[in-house]
């Protein structure tokens, strides 16, 4: 059983940065492709960044240049690095793990809690 922790969020202001970080708890954790998801009021849930076992990374474009996702298996953890934030990623963000199919990322239905990235001056 997979259990995620998401931690990190908060309040920053456009231009600043946050490391936003999981916490991965139960079955073998280098098995997993992981991905963090963003989920807006109003809007649909999105992938934005993912990375393979193998530590290859894909991004969606909005977030190309500025987010960096990142993993140590070793401590069980996956991270996202985010830059220049602006006040379209004010989200809630998701944690999860998944696989690749195809070359694309596909989630599991292992989800954290969620953690809220508010971006406002």
């Known amino acids: 059983q997979v259990q995620l922790a998401e931690s990190g969020g908060g309040l920053v202001q456009p231009g600043g940065s946050l490391r936003l970080s999981c916490a991965d708890s139960?079955?073998?954790?280098?098995?997993?492709?992981m991905g963090w998801y963003r989920q807006a009021p109003g809007k649909q849930r999105e992938l934005v960044a993912s990375?393979?076992?193998?530590?290859?990374?894909d991004y969606t474009d909005s977030v190309k240049g500025r987010f960096t996702i990142s993993r140590d298996n070793a401590k069980s953890m996956v991270y996202l690095q985010m830059s220049s934030l602006e006040p379209e990623d004010t989200a809630v963000y998701y944690c999860?793990?998944?696989?690749?199919?195809?070359?694309?990322?596909?989630?599991?239905?292992?989800w954290g809690q969620g953690t809220q990235v508010t971006v406002s001056s």
């Open positions: 990375i393979s076992s193998e530590s290859t990374t």
């Open positions: 999860n793990a998944g696989y690749y199919s195809g070359g694309y990322y596909s989630p599991y239905d292992y």
């Open positions: 139960g079955v073998i954790f280098e098995n997993y492709a």
